[in-house]
Structure formats: structure tokens, C-alpha cells
């Protein structure tokens, strides 16, 4: 019997052993899921006092504020099953067909603190549809109509409360407006016109400058007002007498193209910079160059001056802008962001202090401590090419093939298209005045008012004997520091200066100008 029973052990050994304990566990699991599948994602049942509880403890903590106020049951079917553990001690009644509550707390809104309820106050009736009706009916129709959307002001609302809605709109009106069936919306709004541009003597041509050899790129003016500074792609850099036009003083340096300058008011140096990938800085005393400031990668097109600081400012076809520590030449910072070419830079005391314009078609403002972008405007389809600063007000506006467009500071918000000027706008300029000058590769030049937009003047003088009417283009353009003369950096190899107008009055040049309804794009 022995011998039996170990062979048996044996072999159940053996069959055991025949299966890997990961087909076990397996099996089990399958026993387990067969065994609570008819249960399975069931929810759990709730225990009914413990929900009672829950709510009563949910409520006192939550609505403990407001638990002394009337709870109005709307019809008698309705039955709260949880008003008795809630509430305590607190009862409520059932009320019938005539809808009144019994109120057994502190009265919601009581004469005074600590006032208890009499057993008159303990009652209140709410109001039938009957009496509704009447009081409707003896409300005026325009009180009527106000308390029903009593939850939106009425632009006559907003009048009264500013305090101009008795001067401008007369109750008599708004009240017949209202009792006609007419919403806030109904208030007729004037249309917005363009408000009368200010008068601006027209100008014209007073000087042709000739003696570039090559197309004049660039203009820079001495703070004195004595001489000016002109680039070009001759690769010499030109300094003339403001007064008579004459040339002063011829510099080379450059091999290529000379596409940006600017005169220091601190110091006696000329910056300049080229298509070369250099930027200079020119002595004035002794008419050489003393720094060179090395970091760009493509041609250098513009370059401004920091009207406070010592500092540099230069944009590049390298995509960047580049800040310059003018004195130990080094490079404080290099701003990315832009994906193209950056065309123009502008720099300015006030925040933001550098504004750059790109062929990307956006403009960035930085901020100068970090060497970081503070907003960046996408409104232009186009290539920006040139930017122009109010000197007075915190505004400064942007030119592009598409139209100019006039910003706000420090954010740059949006304030108004500037459109009729269909070309390539390379160049502008603004004088304290409000005239805004745009100059473009067709040779044309539109005069603006700036509060306005209005495009008073067109000029498009004629190219220098013995040059083409296709090198009729506007490179650049500065008003001297007197503000009555323009200069302007043609494709024609030549310096043009205008001038206002003197005998020019509103009544021999009225202003063409109609209160036509404003259509400004607003992006």
C-alpha cells in the first residue's frame, strides 16, 4: 500500500511539474475574472444613512451662511427627503395652493441687529400673477422694459452715470426710443469721419547736389546744422556744406557699398557701415578711421545711435542686430529673432530703446538690458524697410510695399494705415510739424499728415540729365535739425533738398479734403 501511494505522489508530482508557474498564476487569474465578471464595473451600492450624513455635514459647511432663510417648495409633490436630518431642529411646512412659507430663523434682511420676528413678519406672501400684471401696467413702458433687461445697462445708462447723457441725449428721446421697442443697439451711431487734416504749406525742389559717382545710399546730418553726411556705392563717404551745397571733404575706406551712417551729438565721430560687412568709426579731427567693430556676418545695412548712452546699434543680412560698446569696441549684444534681413534700426532713450524692421515682414521691439525681443509686430505682408520716430510724440510709424502703418509705444499698438503710396517704400522721415515723408524705388515722394493720414503732397522730380527714368529711386531722406529743409538720397547718383513753400498760403493750396466715411484696415 505504501508503494501505491508514493507512485501516486510521484506521478501528481510529475503532472504539476508540467506546467511553468507563470501558466498557473494565468489560470488562477482567469478563475478569479470568471468568478466576478457578472459584478464586474458595478457601482458599489450607497449606504443610505451614510449619504444622509455626508449631505447634512456638506451642507452645514457649505451653506451654513444661508441656512435660516425660507426654502419656497414649488407644488406638492415635491417632498424633501433630507430637510429633517439637515436642518436639525429647523421645520418647514408644506405650503398649499396659495404660495406662502413659514420663516423660523433670523429674518434675511432684519430692521436691526438681533431683532427677533413677531408672529406678523413670520408670514410672507409672495405676489400673485394678478398683481404682477397690474404693477406692469402702472410702471411707464420704458421703467417697464428697463426693469425687465435690468441685467445689461442701456447706453443711456452709461450717459447718465458718466454725466453727458443730459447734455447730449435728452431723456424725452432716449425714453421715445425705448417705449418704440428699441434695445441699446437701437441708439443711431454717427458714422466715424476722418477729422480735418492740419494745413501744411507744400514743399519743392530748392537744390540738386551732384558728385557721387554711384547711387547715394544713406544721409546723416551734424547736430550743428552746418554740414551733412551722405553714403553711397561709389564706397565714399561724402561730407557737404548744409548752406550751399558744396562738397567739404571726400572719405574712403570702404570696398563696397556704403549704406548707413550717423553722427555722434556726443562725441566728434562719424559711424558708418557697408555691404563690406564693416563698421567704422571715423574721427573728425583727423578725418580717419580709429575703430573697427568686427561681428557681422553679411552686408551691414543700417546703423543708428543711442541718443544717451555710449552705445552702437548696427542690423546686418546676417539676420541680426548687433549692439556696440562705441569706446572698447566690444560687442554687448546680438539680437536674434529675425528670420531675414534686417533692413532698419532705430534707437531711442524711451523704452523700448532699439526698434528694428525686417524682410521677414515683422518688426521687433527690444529691450536693451536684456538683448531680448519685448513684442514683435506681424501686420506688414511685406518686407519692412524703414522705420521713422515721432520726435515729439511717443508714436513712431513703418514702411512697406503694402502700406505704412503708425504704431504706439511701448507695445507697439496698432493706430492707423497710411495707403497710396503703391511702391516699395525704402525711406521715411517725420518733423515735428506732422509731415511725414515717404520716399520709394519709383522715385516718388508722398507728403502725409501724420494725426490724420491725409497724403497732401506728391513729387516726383525728374532724374539727373544723362540717367534713366528707371534711376528715378528714393534711398533716403532726412530733415535737417531746422526742420525746413528735406534732403533726399536718390538713384540718380544726385542729393536733392527741398524746401517749404513760402508764398504758399491755405487759400492758394486748399486742402483737397473730403469728411468721407473712415475706412481704415485695423490690422
Not at 459584478?39 to 455635514?57: G, L, R, T, W, Y
Amino acid at each position: 500500500m505504501w508503494c501505491f501511494l508514493r507512485v501516486d505522489i510521484s506521478t501528481m508530482a510529475e503532472d504539476v511539474q508540467k506546467h511553468s508557474v507563470h501558466t498557473l498564476v494565468f489560470r488562477s487569474l482567469k478563475r478569479t475574472h470568471d468568478m466576478f465578471v457578472s459584478d464586474h464595473a458595478k457601482s458599489i451600492a450607497q449606504d443610505e444613512e451614510s449619504q444622509k450624513m455626508k449631505m447634512s455635514v456638506k451642507l452645514k459647511a457649505d451653506y451654513n451662511a444661508v441656512l435660516h432663510m425660507p426654502v419656497l417648495k414649488e407644488g406638492k409633490d415635491r417632498v424633501s427627503l433630507l430637510a429633517g436630518s439637515m436642518l436639525g431642529n429647523q421645520s418647514y411646512t408644506q405650503p398649499g395652493d396659495d404660495p406662502e412659507y413659514l420663516i423660523t430663523g433670523t429674518h434675511a434682511y432684519p430692521s436691526g441687529p438681533g431683532v427677533a420676528l413677531t408672529a406678523d413678519t413670520k408670514i410672507h406672501r409672495n405676489p400673485s400673477e394678478g398683481g404682477i400684471n397690474s404693477l406692469a401696467l402702472v410702471l411707464p413702458p420704458s421703467q417697464a422694459r428697463q426693469d425687465i433687461s435690468r441685467t445689461a445697462s442701456t447706453v443711456g445708462d452709461i450717459h447718465r452715470h458718466a454725466g453727458g447723457g443730459e447734455r447730449s441725449h435728452p431723456q424725452s428721446s432716449s425714453v421715445s426710443l425705448l417705449d418704440g421697442g428699441g434695445t441699446r443697439n437701437a441708439m443711431a451711431r454717427k458714422a466715424p469721419t476722418m477729422p480735418k487734416p492740419q494745413w501744411h504749406p507744400p514743399w519743392k525742389l530748392f537744390r540738386v547736389i551732384s558728385g557721387h559717382l554711384g547711387w547715394v545710399r544713406s544721409i546723416a546730418v551734424e547736430p550743428g546744422n552746418e554740414w551733412f553726411v551722405t553714403g553711397s556705392a561709389d564706397r565714399t563717404i561724402k561730407i557737404w556744406d548744409l548752406a550751399s551745397g558744396k562738397l567739404k571733404l571726400s572719405l574712403t575706406g570702404h570696398i563696397s557699398t556704403v549704406r548707413g551712417v550717423a553722427v555722434s551729438n556726443r562725441s566728434p565721430y562719424l559711424f558708418s557701415c557697408g555691404e563690406d560687412k564693416q563698421v567704422k568709426c571715423w574721427d573728425l579731427e583727423y578725418n580717419k578711421v580709429i575703430r573697427h567693430y568686427h561681428g557681422h556676418l553679411s552686408a551691414v545695412y543700417d546703423i543708428d545711435l543711442h541718443p544717451t548712452i555710449d552705445v552702437l546699434v548696427t542690423c546686418s543680412r546676417d539676420a541680426t542686430a548687433r549692439v556696440w560698446d562705441i569706446r572698447s569696441k566690444a560687442n554687448v549684444h546680438t539680437l536674434t529673432g529675425h528670420t531675414n534681413t534686417v533692413a532698419t534700426v532705430k534707437c531711442q532713450a524711451a523704452e523700448p530703446q532699439i526698434i528694428t524692421g525686417s524682410h521677414d515682414s515683422t518688426i521687433r521691439l527690444w529691450d536693451l538690458i536684456a538683448g531680448k525681443t519685448r513684442a514683435t509686430l506681424t501686420n506688414h505682408k511685406k518686407s519692412v524697410r524703414t522705420l521713422a520716430m515721432h520726435p515729439r510724440q511717443y508714436t513712431f510709424a513703418s514702411g512697406s510695399a503694402d502700406n505704412i502703418k503708425q504704431w504706439m509705444f511701448p507695445d507697439g499698438s496698432f493706430i492707423q494705415n497710411l495707403s497710396g503710396h503703391n511702391a516699395i517704400i525704402n525711406t521715411m522721415a517725420v518733423n515735428s510739424d506732422g509731415v511725414l515723408v515717404s520716399g520709394a524705388d519709383n522715385g516718388t515722394i508722398h507728403m502725409w499728415d501724420w494725426r490724420t493720414g491725409y497724403n497732401f503732397q506728391r513729387i516726383h522730380a525728374a532724374v539727373q540729365p544723362g540717367s534713366l527714368d528707371s534711376e528715378s529711386g528714393i534711398f533716403a531722406c532726412k530733415f535737417d535739425n531746422s526742420e525746413s529743409r528735406l534732403i533726399t538720397a536718390e538713384a540718380d547718383k544726385t542729393i536733392k533738398v527741398y524746401k517749404e513753400d513760402d508764398t504758399a498760403t491755405e487759400e492758394t493750396h486748399p486742402i483737397n479734403w473730403k469728411p468721407e466715411i473712415l475706412k481704415r484696415k485695423r490690422f
